[in-house]
Every structure is written in structure tokens, then in C-alpha cells.
């Protein structure tokens, strides 16, 4: 499904085939969650691909890796040449870009003592999300910050975002609203998390969640868009029967939301400025406006001129 005899990974230095790499079954990564990785996705674009914020992608993974104290030396520009290398290699144009940083054989509950990069690709078909979810709220809590770095992207944290999706689907429910030690909205198993009131977004703070890069730009386009977004704590009483809600992440790009624990949102989504936000998001991934909003900021030129 993810590769077939031909396809070309890199990993421990080399490009190889998929079928050929193996890891350690006496890695720390395999039995204590001990890796860090990246969701990545490159678009095609003016006939070749791009990734979108592949940079901010690869300084995450590098975060990840030095919050879990791993030996990991690769830049962010090796890391970016390198995964245009796996795309090339594979002639991939739309793909889903997945590096992983794993460590070498040890039992131990010691810091890894080697780090080795991996990075896996494949093409991406979409339909992985339906544009119309519901979702309920999960009785299981996001981990809590004072017991693991949540902001990290780390494998052992997604047993949590395991149990939660399941339970959902168990349910008869697409996914999973997830709430912090607190009580407060955190995020989805594997997405970020708005909520729009009155024409204005809402979204939980940094602090019990994975800071998204996804949600991050749609904060970049809120301002570009004059669309109020507040970065504040709720709970699922606020959200619930509110007039929109949507997530976003990745893969999932802005996936709207049909109902939470089966109380519909209110407005028809095409009228919501969450559908603007979606429409602009998915305009700039594929190159159809320009970035960065730093740049539109200084010279005041619109991220959303092609
Ligand atoms: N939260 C969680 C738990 C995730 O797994 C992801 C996907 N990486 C996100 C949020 C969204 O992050 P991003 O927009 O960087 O893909």
C-alpha cells in the first residue's frame, strides 16, 4: 500500500528500497515510542513539486529530536535536498513525505545513543478526510505537559491519539475532539482545532497541544484576511451548536466539521469565513498565492495574489 519493490527510501545514509530496509526489533524506538517524526506534504507545482513549509517541518523534527536528547546532527537544508532527492528518485509529484529519526539497538532507558534518519514518501490520493466530519468528545485527555514535551512530534505520544481515534470510530464517529488535563479543548488525534462564533476563529492555545504548522498558517491567514482568531482556552460547551468548526493539520489540509457530540454547527458551511479560510489554504499550498506573510506584511503584497 505505502510502497511497492521499486520504491526508494533514504535511511542511514543511503537511498535504498523500502523492501529492503530493516530496523532493530532491540531499539529503544520500537519498544518504548522512542522516535520523533514529520507529516510532510509536497504539491505539484509549475511542473516539478514543492514541499509546502518544508523548512518549518524539518526545524520541528530537529526540536523534537533534541527535546528527547537524541544524538541528531542533520540540517534542516540536507534534510529539504534530501527528501527532493526521495521524491525525484520515486517521480513523485503529490506526495505525503514521512521522515522518522530512530535509534539504534539499546534496552536501556538511556538517551539514544545513536540517531538514524529515515525518510519514506508516497503518493498522496486524498480522500483520507471527508470535508464533512462528526466528531465527538473523547473521554480520553491529551498527555500532560508535565509528563511528556507535547509540543514535540514524538511516536510514543500517538498511543494517545490511537486510543482516542478509536473510540471514536467505535462509536460510530469520524474522529475525536480531544481535551486537555484541564478539561479545555486541546486538539484531535491528529489535527489542530478552530471553532468560529460571531465570524471570528477560535483555537486553543500553545501549551497542551502539537503547535501545527497548518494551524499556524491559517493564523498567518486569518490576518491576511481580516478574519478575527483568538488563541484562547474553551470547552466543549462553547463549541458545541457554534457556527462552524473546522480542523486542520497536514494531511487533513481544513477539513470541515458536521457536528460535535451530534449537536450540528449552525451555519451552512459555504457561507462561513471557515470555508474562506479552507479556499485560501488550499489555493496557497498549491502555489496559487505567494508567501511568506512576513513578506506581505513588509511590502503589504497579498499572500493570495497567484
Ligand atoms: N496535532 C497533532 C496531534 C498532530 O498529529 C498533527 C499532525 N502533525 C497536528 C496537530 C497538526 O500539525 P501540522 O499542521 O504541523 O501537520
Given at each position: 500500500?505505502?510502497?511497492?519493490n521499486?520504491?526508494?527510501i533514504?535511511f542511514?545514509?543511503?537511498f535504498?528500497r523500502?523492501?529492503?530496509?530493516?530496523?532493530?526489533?532491540?531499539?529503544q524506538?520500537?519498544?518504548?515510542?522512542?522516535?520523533?517524526?514529520?507529516?510532510?506534504?509536497?504539491y505539484?507545482?509549475?511542473?516539478g513539486?514543492?514541499?509546502?513549509?518544508?523548512?518549518?517541518?524539518?526545524?520541528?523534527?530537529?526540536r523534537?529530536?533534541a527535546?528527547?536528547?537524541?544524538?541528531?546532527?542533520?540540517?534542516t537544508?540536507?534534510?529539504?535536498?534530501?527528501?527532493y532527492?526521495v521524491?525525484?528518485?520515486?517521480?513523485y509529484?503529490?506526495?505525503?513525505?514521512r521522515?522518522i529519526?530512530?535509534?539504534s539497538?539499546?534496552?536501556a532507558?538511556?538517551?539514544?545513543?545513536?540517531?538514524?534518519?529515515?525518510?519514506?514518501?508516497?503518493?498522496?490520493?486524498?480522500?483520507?478526510m471527508?470535508?464533512?466530519?462528526?466528531?465527538m468528545?473523547?473521554t480520553y485527555?491529551?498527555?500532560?505537559p508535565?509528563?511528556?514535551?507535547?509540543d514535540?512530534?514524538?511516536?510514543?505520544h500517538?498511543?494517545?491519539s490511537?486510543l482516542?481515534?478509536?473510540e471514536?470510530?467505535d462509536?460510530?464517529?469520524d474522529?475525536?475532539?480531544v481535551?486537555?488535563?484541564?478539561?479545555?479543548v486541546?486538539?484531535?488525534s491528529?489535527?489542530?482545532?478552530?471553532?468560529e462564533k460571531?465570524g471570528?476563529?477560535?483555537?486553543?492555545p500553545?501549551g497542551?497541544?502539537?503547535?501545527?504548522?497548518?494551524?499556524a498558517?491559517?493564523?498567518?491567514?486569518c490576518?491576511?484576511?481580516?478574519?478575527?482568531?483568538?488563541?484562547?482556552?474553551?470547552?466543549p460547551?462553547e463549541?458545541?451548536?457554534?457556527e462552524a468548526?473546522?480542523?486542520?493539520?497536514t494531511?487533513?489540509?481544513?477539513?470541515?466539521?458536521?457536528?460535535?457530540?451530534?449537536?450540528?454547527?449552525?451555519?451552512?458551511?459555504e457561507?462561513t469565513?471557515?470555508?474562506?479560510?479552507q479556499?485560501a489554504?488550499?489555493?496557497?499550498?498549491?502555489?496559487h498565492s505567494v508567501?511568506?506573510v512576513?513578506a506581505?506584511?513588509?511590502n503589504?503584497t497579498?499572500i493570495?495574489e497567484p
Amino acid at each position: 500500500m505505502y510502497y511497492n519493490n521499486d520504491t526508494v527510501i533514504y535511511f542511514k545514509g543511503e537511498f535504498v528500497r523500502a523492501a529492503e530496509a530493516g530496523t532493530d526489533l532491540y531499539s529503544q524506538s520500537l519498544h518504548y515510542g522512542y522516535s520523533v517524526f514529520e507529516g510532510i506534504r509536497s504539491y505539484p507545482i509549475n511542473g516539478g513539486t514543492k514541499m509546502f513549509k518544508g523548512e518549518e517541518h524539518y526545524d520541528r523534527l530537529r526540536r523534537s529530536a533534541a527535546a528527547m536528547k537524541m544524538p541528531f546532527h542533520y540540517s534542516t537544508e540536507q534534510m529539504v535536498e534530501l527528501t527532493y532527492e526521495v521524491l525525484k528518485r520515486n517521480n513523485y509529484t503529490d506526495a505525503y513525505i514521512r521522515p522518522i529519526v530512530l535509534c539504534s539497538p539499546n534496552m536501556a532507558l538511556s538517551k539514544g545513543r545513536e540517531a538514524w534518519l529515515a525518510i519514506e514518501s508516497w503518493e498522496w490520493t486524498n480522500g483520507y478526510m471527508s470535508n464533512s466530519m462528526r466528531i465527538m468528545t473523547s473521554t480520553y485527555r491529551r498527555p500532560n505537559p508535565d509528563a511528556f514535551h507535547v509540543d514535540a512530534k514524538v511516536s510514543g505520544h500517538y498511543v494517545n491519539s490511537i486510543l482516542a481515534c478509536q473510540e471514536a470510530k467505535d462509536m460510530g464517529f469520524d474522529e475525536a475532539l480531544v481535551l486537555d488535563t484541564n478539561g479545555h479543548v486541546a486538539e484531535s488525534s491528529g489535527a489542530n482545532i478552530f471553532f468560529e462564533k460571531n465570524g471570528e476563529l477560535f483555537t486553543a492555545p500553545k501549551g497542551h497541544i502539537l503547535p501545527g504548522i497548518t494551524r499556524a498558517t491559517v493564523i498567518e491567514l486569518c490576518a491576511e484576511l481580516d478574519i478575527p482568531v483568538h488563541e484562547k482556552y474553551f470547552t466543549p460547551e462553547e463549541m458545541r451548536g457554534a457556527e462552524a468548526g473546522f480542523f486542520c493539520g497536514t494531511a487533513a489540509e481544513v477539513v470541515a466539521l458536521a457536528s460535535l457530540d451530534n449537536v450540528p454547527f449552525s451555519r451552512p458551511w459555504e457561507v462561513t469565513k471557515s470555508a474562506v479560510i479552507q479556499d485560501a489554504y488550499k489555493k496557497l499550498v498549491r502555489g496559487h498565492s505567494v508567501f511568506p506573510v512576513q513578506a506581505a506584511s513588509q511590502n503589504k503584497t497579498s499572500i493570495l495574489e497567484p
